[in-house]
């Protein structure tokens, strides 16, 4: 395998791929810091109760975890913190079961769309960030940069 072909699969994917996956989050965080009465009513609709400091922690979370996840820096744990949490959000605040209409058709995209970004997240906690990662740079210190193997020996 040449250089340059071990940089674009073990360095450049991982790092679009960790891009592609906190997007939703950015935005989310975004809406969060935009709409925080409309997100506060959203949830207490669902019914949740001590909503204010339950969106103020999903905004630490979505804050910190995307930009962990997009340095690669404890992207492991940043990424099982990020999966836990959105099943959590899906099952609670996405639960197209209990609707009808247009309300269940757009909650049930909301629920697949995150159990998509479930799975990514799943990819970066087993397999981590990549070599264009700080994880990887830590790991890494002192030593000759080796591309990770993927394969079976």
């Not at 940043?78 to 269940?104: C, E, K, P, R």
Request: net charge positive; proline share 4%.
């Amino acid at each position: 395998m040449t250089s340059t072909h071990t940089d674009v699969r073990f360095g450049l994917v991982p790092l679009v791929a960790r891009l592609l996956l906190i997007a939703e989050f950015v935005i989310a965080v975004n809406g969060k810091i935009t709409g925080w009465t409309g997100q506060a009513a959203y949830m207490t609709a669902h019914g949740m109760q001590l909503v204010a400091p339950l969106l103020g922690a999903a905004l630490v979370i979505e804050a910190a975890g995307a930009t962990c996840i997009a340095l690669g820096l404890w992207s492991r744990p940043a990424a099982t913190v990020l999966f836990g949490y959105l099943g959590i959000v899906s099952v609670t605040l996405h639960d197209f079961w209990n609707q009808h209409g247009m309300a269940a058709g757009a909650n049930m995209t909301e629920f697949f769309k995150n159990l998509g970004m479930m799975g990514g997240l799943l990819m970066v906690a087993a397999y981590g960030a990549g070599t264009w990662s700080l994880d990887w740079r830590r790991m890494r210190r002192g030593a000759p940069p080796a591309a990770p193997s993927y394969e079976r020996t």
